[in-house]
C-alpha cells in the first residue's frame, strides 16, 4: 500500500452501481492513507479522454484501461477485458471480480474492511457479473438498478458519499415495485417482439422494467430459442450500444465478435459510428452474426474497406 501515490481526483465509471461504489471505496482507501478525501469525478466510458484532468496522479475504477492513462503514478482498477498493458502506470486487473470487490480488497489491506461493505461488494459483484445463480439476484440487479433509476450523483447526494448508507436504503422499496409492476408488462410485451439476429441471438425489445431480469427471466424459462440475448440503446455520447445476455457464458463471446467485452453473462460492443438507429443496428448486427452473411461480405474489397472504417470510428471500449 505505501507505493500508492496520493490522488489528486478519483476518475470513476458513471453508470452503474459498480463505478458508484468503487469510487467511494478509493476515497476510503485515500483518506485513510493520506488524510484528506480527493474529488470524484465520474465520466461515462467513452468520455473521459474529453475531460480536463489535473496534472498529478489520478486513480480510475472501472473504466477499462486505455493507453493514455498509462501515466506516472496513476492507478487503474478495473475488471473488463483489456487489450492493452501499461507501462508506467499500475493496473489491478481480474476479470473474474466486480471493479468495486477489487477496490474493496485494497481497502481490506488498510483496515478499512466491514461487514456493511462487504455486504454491499457482494451485491454489487452479484448484479455487474450477472450471477443468475446466486440467491441474492433479484435483490442484487435492484440495487443496480437503484443507480440506473435515480442516477449516479442523486444517489451519491442522497447518502452523502457515504456507501454504507446504501445498504437497505428506502428507495429499495421503489425499486422492488417497480420490479413487481413494470417487470411482467415488460416481459409479455419482449416475448411477442423476440427478433432473430442469429442461430445463437435474438433481440429482445425491451420497453418497460428491468432489463437485466426480463432477460434472465426469459433465459431461466427458455422463453426464447436462443442462448443469448441482446437489447440496443443510445449511449450518452450518441453511439449504439448492444448489450449481451446469457446464462452459459457466450454472451461475452458474441460481444468479442465485435469488439466489444464484458465479462461472460454479461457483455456489450459499441456499434460503428455510422449506425444511428435501431433497424441500421438490428441489421448489422445480423450481417456480422450470421457466418454466411459474413462470408458474402469477405471478399468484398469495398465492403472491407467500408468494415475498417467504421470499425475505426466506433472506439474499442464499451461498459455494460
Known amino acids: 500500500m505505501t507505493n500508492l501515490s496520493q490522488p489528486v481526483v478519483i476518475l470513476t465509471h458513471e453508470s452503474d452501481l459498480d463505478g458508484l461504489l468503487s469510487g467511494l471505496l478509493l476515497q476510503k482507501l485515500a483518506f485513510k492513507l493520506f488524510g484528506v478525501v480527493p474529488k470524484l469525478v465520474s465520466s461515462h466510458a467513452d468520455e473521459w479522454q474529453r475531460r480536463q484532468l489535473p496534472i498529478g496522479p489520478v486513480w480510475v475504477s472501472d473504466l477499462g484501461f486505455d493507453p493514455n492513462m498509462d501515466k506516472p503514478n496513476w492507478l487503474i482498477v478495473d475488471h473488463h477485458i483489456n487489450r492493452a498493458r501499461p507501462e508506467v502506470a499500475r493496473l489491478i486487473h481480474d476479470p473474474a471480480k466486480s471493479a468495486a470487490r477489487l477496490c474493496y480488497e485494497l481497502c481490506c489491506s488498510a483496515g478499512l474492511g466491514s461487514p456493511e461493505l462487504e455486504r454491499l461488494v457482494h451485491l454489487n459483484d452479484v448484479s455487474d457479473l450477472f450471477l443468475v445463480g446466486d440467491p441474492d439476484f433479484v435483490l442484487a440487479c435492484d ?3 437503484l443507480v440506473k433509476t435515480y442516477q449516479f450523483w442523486t444517489v451519491h447526494d442522497l447518502i452523502e458519499g457515504n456507501p ?18 413494470e417487470d411482467p408488462i415488460g416481459l409479455a410485451w419482449t416475448k411477442n417482439h423476440l427478433v432473430r439476429i442469429s442461430d445463437e441471438v435474438g433481440y429482445a425489445d425491451i420497453r418497460i422494467g428491468n432489463s437485466n431480469m426480463i432477460a434472465y427471466q426469459m433465459l431461466e424459462e427458455q422463453t426464447a430459442a436462443y442462448p443469448v440475448l441482446t437489447s440496443v ?19 461475452l463471446q458474441i460481444a468479442e465478435r465485435l469488439k466489444g467485452g464484458g465479462h461472460a453473462n454479461a457483455a456489450a460492443a459499441v456499434l460503428p ?11 448489422y448486427l445480423k450481417k456480422i452474426l450470421n457466418p454466411v452473411a459474413q462470408q458474402e461480405t469477405d471478399g468484398d474489397p469495398m465492403a472491407q474497406l467500408l468494415d475498417k472504417l467504421e470499425d475505426a470510428s466506433a472506439g474499442s471500449h464499451c461498459k455494460l
Open 143 to 145: 440495487y443496480a438498478n
Open 273 to 283: 459510428r455510422s449506425i444511428q438507429k435501431v433497424p441500421d443496428a438490428l441489421e
Open 164 to 181: 454504507e448508507k446504501l445498504l437497505d436504503h428506502p428507495l429499495l422499496e421503489v425499486m422492488a415495485v417497480k420490479r413487481k409492476v
Open 233 to 251: 440503446c443510445r449511449g450518452v455520447n450518441g453511439a449504439i450500444i448492444a448489450s449481451f445476455r446469457s446464462r452459459n457464458g457466450k454472451a
